[in-house]
């Protein structure tokens, strides 16, 4: 073997994936060997056997699978300066209707990638088969699909589509009597191809595989006989693991059965997620990157798939299941929620952020504890949704979370992918000073609407007033003022928003306000210890009929701002458009002192809760 021979088989084998090693019970490992001055072969029955010698890298694990006999199945591996490496398996056995018997030669295959390999000859006996395989397990009922060389040149691909299932088997025609075949995985999906010369190839039909996210790849040898044995040599033997993910980026499954595959393709990002066991929200695929200090990550969901799918943005302090995080997150209706754990190993709970559409706008920005998170239209005016303190370590994973939710399956394409420092730009303080919560006023009459609002870093550009979903009014210049015309009797949620000169958007707390029928008075609140009757009458949450489980309240005293009572107020019946609920029991057990009562809608299923509806009054 020439230098230049040495250092090319050297290069190849080297190249070669590495894998974990198994146990030698029913296995036999192999070590590729080169030396300068001869290719040395090993060959392995029945346990591992090693010549003295200097050698290079780990290469292949060999395994029995099914009932054939240990000593039946060997391996024997040559570099050799035209094709290197060169193997040369043999094995005995048969392959069945519902099992596999073969040797085989394999490498565990961690998510996408291919394996190639020329099938130089096939001897011993007539029904031999020679070719690659990938499979779920190493149990002879695993699903798998196999592109098998014969004996006589043509080419068989067999298939279990899941495991333990039956086995399908279709012939095809061989390019080649010595043919290169190929074996690609991307996700589920198998693709077959053969070509006379490894560079032009041509597709065999493949098939959609229910494969873990670690599988095994690599070579199969079999005489289809339990009375005999079959040997083939196959050369240029590759296998290659492939991400198509950005530098930097790494993909993970966290918690649950899930598995999923990465893929960047500029702009998109695609990330489809299955389940082997039991699916459910702590199911989180995950594409991340390792960040020190403040951070701000953006990212548009354009689509999302199935109906109980949650995706967006995500920052957690380790990768392990229990993890503190938090989950800015849309779904395919439009919805958009927050799911947190505010410390390892507590129960995660999740809160409502309101309606939308996809595609949606997120961003979530990490400056020291403080978490906050936005949703935008159009990626440039962002309205802060909620900002809360989470302790995490000042090195964290930022990055792309998706879960199928209760689904087996589910996919996420996303763009717009923007990660680095936190923006310089303050986010501008505002505050709500007119209505006040609870206010009453008459239909077609005025309500006056006023905010404070400054930017410590920038001018306010604009003050708006919403009530509800509805712009009222805009005001550009201080005092920010507005009036709104009452219409429509019931209850209303009255916020401001101030937009500063970079585009950053604050928005207030909503505060409740009542519209009365024309003709009726304004109610005071009860002030004396003569009243007999205290009752919670509030506006339904939209979702009353379908999401909706039931309502919980919990009253606060003003008086340093501390929870004092909370109750879960079932499902009560709608009756005029409001729920009404006689809380006289609870609310003359209180001492005396102003109060804040708020009221959230539960949904059971997914632990969400909407929005508070506050309520102030004097006991």
């Not at 959609?208 to 339990?226: F, K, M």
């Not at 499954?253 to 702009?267: E, F, H, L, M, V």
């Not at 958007?505 to 004396?528: E, F, M």
Request: proline letters at 5%; one cysteine or more.
């Amino acid at each position: 073997m020439t230098a230049k021979s040495y250092k090319q088989c050297l290069e190849m084998a080297q190249a070669m994936p590495q894998v974990e090693r198994h146990p030698p019970r029913d296995l036999h490992e192999v070590l590729i060997r080169t030396i300068a001055s001869a290719a040395l072969a090993v060959v392995v029955l029945g346990g591992v056997a090693l010549r003295s010698a200097e050698y290079v890298t780990v290469a292949w694990t060999v395994s029995s699978i099914g009932l054939a006999y240990p000593q039946f199945q060997s391996i024997s591996c040559s570099a050799v300066p035209t094709s290197c490496p060169v193997f040369s398996i043999t094995g005995a056995g048969g392959l069945t209707a519902q099992e596999d018997v073969y040797a085989f030669a394999q490498r565990t295959l961690r998510g996408d990638g291919y394996v190639v390999a020329r099938v130089a000859g096939i001897s011993g006996v007539t029904s031999a088969l020679a070719g690659l395989s990938i499979r779920g397990s190493l149990t002879p009922g695993a699903a798998q699909i196999s592109l098998l060389q014969t004996a006589s040149g043509g080419l068989v691909v067999r298939k279990r589509l899941q495991a333990n299932a039956p086995v399908y088997q279709t012939s095809v025609a061989a390019v080649s009597r010595t043919a290169w075949l190929r074996l690609e995985r991307n996700g589920q999906t198998i693709s077959l191809a053969q070509s006379a010369d490894g560079t032009q190839w041509a597709s065999i039909p493949g098939a959609t595989i229910s494969l873990p996210e670690t599988a095994y790849a690599g070579l199969a040898v079999s005489s289809q006989r339990p009375d005999a044995m079959a040997t083939a040599t196959m050369s240029h033997v590759q296998m290659v693991s492939v991400s198509t993910l950005p530098a930097g980026w790494t993909k993970v499954d966290i918690g649950g059965s899930a598995w999923s595959q990465a893929r960047y393709a500029q702009p998109n990002w695609t990330i489809s997620q299955w389940v082997t066991g039991t699916p459910s929200l702590e199911g989180i695929s995950y594409v991340y990157q390792r960040v020190a200090g403040d951070a701000e990550v953006v990212v548009r969901v354009a689509a999302l798939s199935p109906a109980t799918a949650i995706a967006g943005l995500m920052v957690r302090g380790t990768l392990d299941s229990d993890s503190a995080y938090l989950w800015l997150a849309a779904s395919p209706s439009g919805a958009r929620s927050v799911r947190r754990r505010l410390a390892d190993g507590l129960l995660p709970t999740t809160t409502a952020l309101g309606t939308g559409s996809i595609p949606a706008w997120l961003k979530l920005v990490r400056q020291g504890a403080i978490l906050s998170v936005f949703s935008s239209a159009d990626g440039v005016t962002w309205a802060l949704k909620s900002s809360e303190a989470i302790n995490l370590p000042s090195s964290v994973y930022i990055g792309l979370a998706l879960s199928g939710g209760t689904s087996l399956s589910a996919t996420a394409t996303l763009d717009n992918v923007r990660l680095g420092a936190t923006s310089a730009n303050q986010l501008p303080t505002i505050t709500l000073t007119s209505p006040s919560s609870a206010t009453s006023v008459v239909e077609g009459k005025p309500l006056a609407l006023a905010a404070t609002a400054s930017d410590s870093d920038d001018r306010v550009e604009a003050v708006e007033f919403f009530v509800d979903s509805t712009r009222v009014g805009v005001d550009t210049a201080t005092p920010y003022a507005a009036s709104w015309i009452a219409a429509g009797v019931g209850s209303h949620q009255v916020t401001a928003l101030a937009r500063d000169s970079d585009g950053a958007i604050v928005r207030t707390t909503p505060v409740s306000v009542a519209v009365l029928t024309a003709g009726t008075s304004t109610p005071t609140y009860p002030t004396s210890s003569t009243v007999t009757s205290w009752r919670l009458v509030f506006a339904p949450s939209l979702d009353h009929n379908t999401l909706v489980d039931r309502y919980v309240a919990e009253i606060y005293s003003l008086n340093g701002w501390a929870l004092v009572w909370s109750r879960d107020l079932g499902k009560p019946a709608v009756l005029n458009g409001e729920c009404t609920v006689d809380l006289t029991l609870w609310i003359k057990a209180l001492p005396a002192g102003q109060y804040q009562i708020v009221v959230r809608a539960v949904d059971d299923a997914t632990r969400a809760q909407s929005i508070g509806a506050m309520f102030n009054f004097v006991r």
